[in-house]
């Protein structure tokens, strides 16, 4: 493929452009930055202390049937109609997000996620001055609970030629969160079927090759269930072969997700995080160095990108790849590993657009900016091509 101009915004003193003189990009100014002002307080990733004290875990035995007919469940990196983000909290971090969405990607969309008109027209307000393309904004109006869409938000597949939308019960006492999948289905007119696992949707990543990886955190969530069980249920309901990792430890990441250390690039490459061996008793060395020989073994490039506890657990894998985009965390402070983590990104996509955002706060909340957006695959003839060549699981 042939290279794309590559643009990092380097947290510095201020954002610096690296790349083409010629070349345009669209970033938000840091002074426009500060200027956005959130609708509420920031949930945490993590449960609070308030929500786990009254937490239960959900009854999931009565979801519904798997899907009838042959699936495919897309890759992240595989052709995407937008993103699906939620406004509130984090705002800044949500702007320039979609700011990204909307300027650098040919298509890709931004459904945003709103309580009703009154917060979409704030909205509307702040993103247009701060340089998003308005057009390729959608709002749905409809309650949630936190910015955290990932984890509650709908994963998308495909049932014969039709796509669809898969739930699973949201690994925390959050009601409104719990309902967006529901939400979305009414309002896109999209099969919803139920996942029957307690579940959040970070612990998650795939493979156009149909692998699939997740930590042992879904063994923990869903006691009583088995390994095998839990690898079954992602057969039946997504058509993959799922791998299960150990975590990195909670004291050292709270949400242990998948998504903290692991980013799929493409059918033949996977980005890891790379850990001192001595931080957090040696644990998130051990685990990620295991995860590195396993894929290594199983044919997969593996690149690898710093990751460090300093108050919350620092990373670079929590990054979001949409079309010909990927949005990469930078953090205040540590230029050095920004600049590493640009170097492996740089090989990595070498054909994308690379922009860096501040994660410096959001890192703060246990998650980045993988964990406030959600994929939406796109309905054209490349995926429909790769659907095509599926068979139906036990076909």
């Known amino acids: 493929m042939p290279m794309r101009h590559l643009f990092i915004p380097l947290l510095t ?25 959130d609708d509420e307080p920031v949930t945490p990733r993590s449960m609070t202390a308030e929500e786990r004290a009254r937490w239960v875990l959900p009854d999931v035995s009565d979801r519904g049937l798997p899907p009838a007919g042959a699936l495919h469940t897309p890759a992240e990196y595989a052709p995407n109609e937008g993103l699906f983000l939620r406004w509130g909290a984090l705002n800044s971090v949500v702007t320039e997000i979609t700011v990204a969405v909307t300027t650098l990607t040919d298509s890709a969309e931004v459904f945003l996620i709103v309580s009703g008109p009154a917060q979409e027209s704030s909205a509307a ?67 919803l079927y139920e996942l029957p696992l307690v579940h959040g949707g970070g612990n998650f990543h795939l493979f156009e090759n149909r692998q699939a990886y997740m930590s042992n955190l879904i063994l923990d969530e869903n006691p009583g269930l088995s390994e095998q069980d839990v690898q079954d249920f992602y057969a039946e309901y997504h058509n993959l072969d799922l791998t299960i990792l150990d975590p990195l430890p909670a004291s050292f990441d709270s949400t ?24 957090a008793g040696g644990i998130p060395y051990q685990v990620t160095e295991a995860a590195a020989s396993l894929m290594t073994d199983r044919g997969y490039t593996v690149l690898r990108t710093p990751g460090w506890g300093s108050g919350a657990h620092y990373t670079y894998t929590n990054s979001v790849v949409i079309n010909e985009a990927v949005l990469l965390c930078q953090f205040d402070g540590y230029r050095t590993e920004n600049g590493q983590a640009a170097e492996v990104f740089e090989q990595a996509f070498p054909d994308k657009v690379i922009v860096g955002i501040d994660c410096s706060n959001i890192i703060t909340y246990s998650g980045a900016i993988h964990c406030i957006v959600m994929h939406y695959a796109e309905r054209g003839p490349l995926l429909r091509d790769r659907f095509q060549a599926e068979v139906a699981p036990g076909a």
């Open 256 to 279: 242990q997700h998948l998504d903290m250390w692991f980013l799929p690039v493409d059918d033949h490459t996977v980005i890891i995080g790379q850990y001192d061996a001595t931080e």
């Open 13 to 37: 003193a201020g954002f610096l452009l690296a790349g083409p003189a010629e070349a345009q990009l669209r970033v938000v100014a840091p002074e426009v930055l500060a200027t956005i002002v």
């Open 125 to 191: 307000a702040t993103l247009d001055s701060a340089g998003a393309e308005l057009d390729r904004v959608q709002f749905l109006h409809m309650p949630s609970d936190s910015v955290w869409i990932r984890d509650y938000g709908p994963r998308t597949l495909f049932v014969g030629q039709d796509r669809a939308l898969m739930d699973h019960s949201y690994n925390r006492p959050r009601p409104n969160d719990n309902q967006v999948p529901a939400g979305i289905s009414a309002l896109s007119g999209e099969s």
